[in-house]
């Protein structure tokens, strides 16, 4: 009797927290024009589209370089000490003698300019995108893609990409028409002065970006913070997306969580293909716990380090290559460039010199403190979405999960790969790779909906 008793509550309980973790919630009601510009939204909006043209000034320039030349001593790094410690201050000091002697900045904004840019106003914010329509015959189809970056990063970061997704590619029907956004606070695109802009948000005002540019249905390319704003746009408006490609695919639902505790107890059963990217726990939480610091400050107080940060110049290029170097390579921390030497230098200073010259460390900062805490954002990631989704994995990549978990978020995962090298930006890393897969999974994106 005791045992019937006994197995009847564990079956029950068992059920209810199945129930409980499975449970897709109702999605909040959300207001998609809610005004993040300063004060009141106006009797009319502007909504025109302007050209916009990359500067970097002479005032600018000589400014920086100024502020690079008057710097005070580092403290050198301690004996045997590389990269553990944080950024090596040797190797930095020959980072920003590079910065104020080779880099040229007149030919680095010239780069840039080859795309055409444009600024347009969403909800309030004068947003910056790249643009880029391809020159074909009428034979090749062209399809809208809209590319999203994450922090600390720009639209800057998909120019290696940019000319490879709008040539026509050998035995591919289509081709690219690329939208490259700079999110709200990131680069060219104005910040918000109101608190709320979280990635739900985000996602929202990207929709609104891509309708006013008369897209109704488009592709969506994002990694880091942009996939968070794109999940969130794919479960929200799944009509307008018509499928997504992701270099940092998570599934935030409470099942997802729960999956991941329970395959701890056998990894090789629930991943066949990289246990090791998760498990063990242990190991992961190690390097979070190692890596993360970035990461609570900037979700706590990121106007306090954002006082020092816009300020110096030589304290932005540290604290930035630091986590654009570990995200790179995680297991570099016994090289004094910690993971940067993956990615070409002037791309490294590129996207440093756009955060300096836009003053945006603290705008995009700010994501993390809004990235987690409002409860629209815990409903929405707790519902899965029916847009076709492919996943790509790079090895140093700074999260991994397996399909099986994937697959509660993304039902229609049409695709997955994952690769034993490569890291976070992916784009600037190995833009080749990144691109071929896109045109791989647009293709089953296109088989999945003439299936249906
Ligand atoms: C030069 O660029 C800086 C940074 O974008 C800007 O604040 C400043 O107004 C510009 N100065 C001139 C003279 O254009």
Redesign the pocket.
């Known amino acids: 009797m005791k045992l019937l008793i006994f197995s009847a509550i564990v079956v029950l309980a068992g059920a209810y927290i199945v129930m409980k973790f499975t449970r897709v919630p109702d999605p909040p009601e959300i207001d998609v024009q809610r005004w993040w510009g300063s004060g009141k939204r106006p009797q009319k909006e502007d909504e025109s589209i302007r050209p916009f043209k990359i500067?970097?000034?002479d005032?600018?320039i000589q400014d920086l370089k100024q502020r690079l030349k008057n710097r005070r001593r580092f403290t050198k790094p301690l004996e045997g000490i590389q990269s553990e410690y944080g950024m090596n201050t040797d190797y930095l000091e020959k980072i920003l003698n590079y910065w104020v002697e080779k880099y040229d900045f007149k030919k680095r904004a010239e780069l840039l300019n080859r795309f055409p840019h444009f600024k347009t106003k969403i909800q309030g914010l004068d947003l910056h995108y790249i643009h880029v329509k391809p020159k074909v015959n009428k034979d090749i189809e062209v399809l809208p893609i809209l590319l999203l970056h994450g922090w600390p990063s720009s639209s800057k970061e998909f120019d290696k990409i940019i000319p490879i997704l709008t040539t026509p590619k050998d035995g591919y029907k289509f081709v690219f028409e690329v939208i490259a956004a700079d999110l709200p606070g990131f680069g060219f695109s104005e910040g918000t002065n109101k608190p709320g802009l979280n990635p739900l948000q985000i996602g929202i005002m990207m929709r609104n970006l891509m309708l006013r540019l008369g897209f109704e249905k488009y592709y969506v390319q994002a990694g880091d913070w942009g996939s968070q704003a794109a999940t969130h746009m794919t479960t929200l408006f799944p009509e307008n997306v018509l499928g997504y490609h992701c270099n940092m695919p998570l599934s935030s639902r409470a099942i997802s969580y729960l999956k991941l505790f329970i395959g701890s107890l056998a990894p090789n059963l629930v991943d066949s293909d990289h246990p090791e990217r998760v498990y063990p726990l242990k190991k992961h939480f190690t390097y979070l716990m190692r890596e993360s610091g970035y990461f609570h400050i900037q979700s706590t107080k990121p106007d306090t380090i954002g006082v020092a940060l816009t300020d110096s110049p030589a304290g932005l290029a540290a604290y930035m290559m630091e986590k654009i170097a570990i995200c790179s390579n995680r297991d570099q921390l016994d090289t004094p460039h910690g993971g940067l030497e993956n990615l070409d230098i002037d791309d490294v200073l590129d996207t440093v010199t756009i955060t300096w010259?836009?003053e945006c460390i603290v705008t995009s900062s700010r994501l993390y403190a809004e990235g987690f805490y409002h409860p629209d954002i815990s409903i929405v990631a707790n519902i899965p979405t029916a847009v076709p989704t492919a996943a790509i994995k790079f090895l140093y990549e700074v999260s991994y999960q397996p399909d099986w978990i994937l697959r509660d978020k993304f039902q229609n995962l049409v695709r997955s790969t994952s690769f034993d090298f490569g890291g976070h930006f992916a784009a600037l890393h190995t833009p080749k790779v990144l691109v071929d897969d896109v045109f791989v999974s647009v293709e089953e994106f296109i088989k999945f909906h003439n299936k249906k």
């Open positions: 500067e970097f000034n005032t600018m010259v836009n």
